[in-house]
């Protein structure tokens, strides 16, 4: 299950984002050619951010259609399924130009105000990708 690297990958790029502050909500953008399955996700998340400034936070997923050009004909077409091919003329010589994203793209954080103890959510944009070297 890739997946649990990949909630592994999430909880180490908000958490040193956040710099000890409690994350509220994790925003991430996730291609359609990265095959992965929200609901494990979900689960994975869960599991790794138990004890930490995540613990309990909310992950939000944007599912990012795969989308491509091709070299052939030129048309630009949504791409749903194995082979990658041109929804015009079927060929197979296309140009990814979305679907391979695998980033954090925003937090949610809570923050106590100086003298209040009162809570501030605080949006912070990261738009961080996850590595190739870390499996994910």
Not at 32 to 58: C, I, K, M, N, W
Not at 78 to 90: N, S, V, Y
Not at 109 to 115: A, D, I, Q, T, V
């Amino acid at each position: 299950m890739h997946e649990l690297s990949i909630a592994q990958a999430i909880v180490d790029i908000a958490a040193r984002h956040a710099a000890r502050r409690r994350v509220v909500k994790v925003e991430v953008r996730v291609g359609h050619l990265r095959q992965v399955v929200p609901d494990s996700l979900h689960f994975a998340f869960g599991l790794v951010a138990q004890g930490t400034a995540l613990d309990g936070a909310e992950l939000d997923i944007a599912h990012i259609p795969a989308a491509g050009r091709c070299r052939d004909c030129g048309a630009q077409s949504a791409m749903e399924g194995f082979p990658l091919c041109c929804a015009r003329c079927g060929g197979l010589d296309v140009e990814v130009l979305a679907g391979e994203e695998l980033l954090v793209d925003a937090l949610e954080l809570e923050e106590e105000e100086e003298g209040e103890g009162s809570v501030v959510e605080e949006r912070s944009v990261t738009n961080e990708r996850m590595g190739h070297g870390s499996h994910v």
